[in-house]
């Protein structure tokens, strides 16, 4: 027998229900009773879902958030929202994010992802076919075209026409890109704000930064590990243990092709074939490859502070979408996965939406495409966060590139050609990692997490000279180089991919006083194609300023012990002359290099 949710018939003000969501905890309650609602609460149920994914059903746990004064007669947007990688409908984050947009009038959905929680099914990494899948099984529920499995059906959710619910999705990490990959099944999707992801997982766990999407990086093995480690051990207990979940034995919670790339990963070896299906797999579950198929309004937030997802990856998706055609605005934060959490940025453990920058722009995209409020100012197409002033910068379009400088010979990095001095320089590898850029485990144990550092001989940087006046960096440096290395050209034709060089180039600010300060700790692994070419490196956005005395410091190191990095040891030369030189250009919105 079909059952409904009990609804009341008051309705109060917005402003009402803002200041009581807030000020009380939630009450949760049975449909049948709905007391929280009577008394101005917001009303939580739990539910459970049986929904298809690409051939197969999974079990889906969710949690209904229902503001009070929402019923048939005066229907609500609906939010849909799920965990990060790890966590589950009830961790902090994703209770948070529930309660905050109910407590703003939104019908709010809060799941467990598959494979996390007790949702059932394999983790499968945000696979349109399955977990893009499972979520329009939730979005047909919000339609009221079909029910939870214990039969409770809702008729509550503002709708643009008969099964097409007016809904927006919001999550971060893990919960981000099952957004794209839920718009790319299903188009009744209004509004997507996904926050710290991915565009493309083969650049993520695997980056090279050149222009070659044929090679593969070096292997990102402390974040991916970790992930791989946190998947593999997720309770088993009792309440938990749905036999969907289980995998093959080294494989408990995963699918198969997500356990065979970190496994091929693992061994650092990239041979032909198994290294093409590792690509096409981990491409293939990423917006890389169907960001042709979104076309609901998008807001792409994303962390400067974030070795995992660089703002490189939501560049990638907000240009592809804006490409395409669809309604695409990004902001660049202060915190992403490696922290940099800062006073009055939006934090939705705390609920302060309306108080924060990106708070109030997500706010306001929801209010343009699920309240369909036509006039309501989105902001620009670009902001960004500076920690040298305050508040955000603000764009029409991510900056250009604009100044162009010169690897000169003498280790100097000059604004002319015709200032390059004529030299070589080397380093070379040792068998063990010799540079640091960060640690994700450190925090996981507890321990603090050295400086970055760089051990002489096995890396080479190019100064400016002391800046006369600040410099605002905000976007994606490009550096050209050639190198040499007569011992990596004699392996570079093996039939593993593995055997190519592997370096590192990464910014640095050195002050008056000599101390350096990688910016936001990031880097730009390579795995060169062809040492006897030129070849391209797009290193991390940021947006930084080098104040006036100091130095920016372009530099290439021999390893990262963050990453697998080369087979063997392969010293590298980079030689410059006036009329054949490495060049490094920079995205400067504020100021010029001397």
Same mark, same amino acid.
């Given at each position: 027998?079909?059952?409904?949710?009990?609804?009341?018939?008051?309705?109060?003000?917005?402003?009402?229900?803002?200041?009581?969501?807030? !000020?009380?905890?939630?009450?949760?309650?049975?449909?049948?009773?709905?007391? &929280?609602?009577? !008394?101005?609460?917001?009303?939580?149920?739990?539910?459970?879902?049986?929904?298809?994914?690409?051939?197969?059903?999974?079990?889906?746990?969710?949690?209904?958030?229902?503001?009070?004064?929402?019923?048939?007669?005066?229907?609500?947007? !609906?939010?849909?929202? @799920?965990? &990060?990688?790890?966590?589950?409908?009830?961790? &902090?984050? @994703?209770?948070?994010?529930?309660?905050?947009? !109910? $407590?703003?009038?939104?019908?709010?959905?809060?799941?467990?992802?598959?494979?996390?929680?007790?949702? %059932?099914?394999?983790?499968?990494?945000?696979?349109?076919?399955?977990? &893009?899948?499972?979520?329009?099984?939730?979005?047909?529920?919000?339609?009221?075209?079909? =029910?939870?499995?214990?039969?409770?059906?809702?008729?509550?959710?503002?709708?643009?026409?008969?099964?097409?619910?007016?809904?927006?999705?919001?999550?971060?990490?893990? %919960?981000?890109?099952?957004?794209?990959?839920?718009?790319?099944?299903?188009?009744?999707?209004?509004?997507?704000?996904?926050?710290?992801? +991915?565009?493309?997982?083969?650049?993520?766990?695997?980056?090279?930064?050149?222009?070659?999407?044929?090679?593969?990086?070096?292997?990102?093995?402390? +974040?991916?590990?970790?992930?791989?480690?946190?998947?593999?051990?997720?309770?088993?207990?009792?309440?938990?243990?749905?036999?969907?979940?289980?995998?093959?034995?080294?494989?408990?919670?995963?699918?198969?092709?997500?356990?065979?790339?970190?496994?091929?990963?693992?061994?650092?070896?990239?041979?032909? $074939?198994?290294?093409?299906?590792?690509?096409?797999?981990?491409?293939?579950? /990423?917006?890389?490859?169907?960001?042709?198929?979104?076309?609901?309004?998008?807001?792409?937030?994303?962390?400067?502070?974030?070795?995992?997802?660089?703002?490189?990856?939501?560049?990638?998706?907000?240009?592809?979408?804006?490409?395409?055609?669809?309604?695409?605005?990004?902001?660049?934060?202060?915190?992403?996965?490696?922290?940099?959490?800062?006073?009055?940025?939006?934090?939705?453990?705390?609920?302060?939406?309306?108080?924060?920058?990106?708070?109030?722009?997500?706010?306001?995209?929801?209010?343009?495409?699920?309240?369909?409020?036509?006039?309501?100012?989105?902001?620009?197409?670009? =902001?960004?966060?500076?920690? +040298?002033?305050?508040?955000?910068?603000?764009?029409?379009?991510?900056?250009?590139?604009?100044?162009?400088?010169?690897?000169?010979?003498?280790?100097?990095?000059?604004?002319?050609?015709?200032?390059?001095?004529?030299?070589?320089?080397?380093?070379?590898?040792?068998?063990?990692?010799?540079?640091?850029?960060?640690?994700?485990? =450190?925090?996981?144990?507890?321990?603090?997490?050295?400086?970055?550092?760089?051990?002489?001989?096995?890396?080479?940087?190019?100064?400016?000279?002391?800046?006369?006046?600040?410099?605002?960096?905000?976007?994606?440096?490009?550096?050209?180089?050639?190198?040499?290395?007569?011992?990596?050209?004699?392996?570079?034709?093996?039939?593993?991919?593995?055997?190519?060089?592997?370096?590192?180039?990464?910014?640095?600010?050195?002050?008056?006083?000599?101390?350096?300060?990688?910016?936001?700790?990031?880097?730009?692994?390579?795995?060169?194609?062809?040492?006897?070419?030129?070849?391209?490196?797009?290193?991390?956005?940021? =947006?930084?300023?080098?104040?006036?005395?100091?130095?920016?410091?372009?530099?290439? $190191?021999?390893?990262?012990?963050?990453?697998?990095?080369?087979?063997?040891?392969?010293?590298?030369?980079?030689?410059?002359?006036?009329?054949?030189?490495?060049?490094?250009?920079?995205?400067?919105? /504020?100021?010029?290099?001397?």
């Amino acid at each position: 027998m079909t059952r409904r949710l009990a609804v009341p018939r008051n309705r109060k003000p917005l402003a009402a229900v803002l200041g009581a969501a807030l !000020a009380v905890p939630l009450l949760a309650t049975t449909p049948a009773t709905a007391s &929280g609602a009577a !008394a101005g609460q917001v009303t939580v149920i739990a539910l459970k879902f049986t929904v298809g994914t690409g051939g197969g059903t999974c079990a889906v746990d969710a949690d209904l958030y229902r503001p009070p004064g929402v019923d048939k007669a005066h229907p609500a947007p !609906a939010v849909l929202t @799920t965990n &990060g990688f790890g966590g589950s409908k009830s961790d &902090g984050s @994703t209770t948070a994010t529930a309660r905050a947009f !109910a $407590a703003r009038g939104y019908v709010t959905l809060a799941y467990s992802g598959l494979g996390f929680g007790k949702s %059932g099914c394999p983790i499968s990494l945000d696979a349109p076919a399955i977990d &893009g899948r499972a979520a329009s099984g939730l979005i047909d529920f919000l339609a009221g075209t079909r =029910a939870a499995d214990d039969g409770t059906r809702i008729d509550f959710v503002a709708k643009d026409r008969p099964g097409d619910p007016r809904v927006g999705m919001i999550g971060g990490s893990y %919960g981000g890109a099952v957004q794209l990959a839920t718009a790319a099944v299903d188009h009744r999707v209004d509004a997507l704000v996904p926050m710290i992801t +991915w565009h493309d997982l083969s650049y993520a766990l695997d980056p090279n930064n050149v222009a070659d999407g044929k090679v593969p990086g070096a292997f990102k093995w402390q +974040w991916t590990n970790g992930f791989y480690l946190m998947g593999e051990r997720l309770p088993i207990t009792a309440p938990n243990l749905d036999p969907s979940r289980w995998g093959a034995l080294g494989c408990t919670h995963f699918v198969p092709d997500a356990c065979q790339t970190i496994g091929l990963l693992n061994s650092g070896s990239y041979p032909a $074939a198994p290294t093409a299906a590792m690509l096409r797999y981990a491409r293939g579950v /990423s917006p890389v490859t169907y960001l042709d198929r979104v076309e609901a309004p998008t807001l792409l937030i994303q962390g400067q502070s974030d070795t995992l997802f660089n703002l490189n990856e939501a560049t990638a998706t907000y240009n592809t979408l804006k490409d395409n055609g669809t309604p695409t605005k990004m902001i660049w934060q202060s915190w992403g996965h490696s922290g940099g959490h800062v006073p009055g940025e939006l934090d939705l453990t705390q609920g302060n939406l309306e108080t924060s920058y990106t708070g109030r722009r997500v706010l306001s995209w929801f209010d343009r495409y699920l309240r369909e409020r036509e006039h309501t100012d989105t902001g620009p197409a670009f =902001a960004y966060y500076r920690d +040298w002033r305050s508040g955000y910068g603000e764009a029409s379009r991510v900056p250009p590139l604009s100044q162009k400088v010169y690897l000169s010979g003498d280790g100097k990095l000059v604004d002319n050609r015709a200032k390059v001095a004529r030299g070589s320089r080397t380093y070379t590898n040792s068998l063990v990692p010799t540079s640091h850029s960060e640690s994700s485990l =450190a925090g996981t144990v507890g321990l603090p997490d050295p400086a970055p550092y760089d051990t002489p001989g096995t890396y080479l940087g190019w100064d400016t000279a002391p800046l006369t006046a600040p410099v605002d960096v905000v976007g994606s440096a490009k550096a050209t180089l050639k190198v040499s290395s007569p011992e990596a050209r004699r392996t570079q034709k093996s039939k593993d991919a593995a055997d190519k060089l592997v370096l590192f180039a990464k910014l640095y600010d050195v002050a008056p006083d000599g101390t350096k300060t990688l910016v936001r700790r990031l880097i730009a692994p390579v795995r060169v194609p062809d040492v006897s070419k030129p070849f391209t490196v797009a290193l991390p956005g940021i =947006a930084h300023r080098y104040e006036a005395g100091h130095r920016l410091e372009f530099a290439i $190191a021999a390893s990262d012990d963050a990453y697998l990095g080369n087979k063997g040891v392969k010293p590298v030369t980079v030689v410059s002359a006036p009329g054949d030189t490495g060049t490094l250009q920079l995205p400067i919105v /504020s100021g010029r290099l001397n």
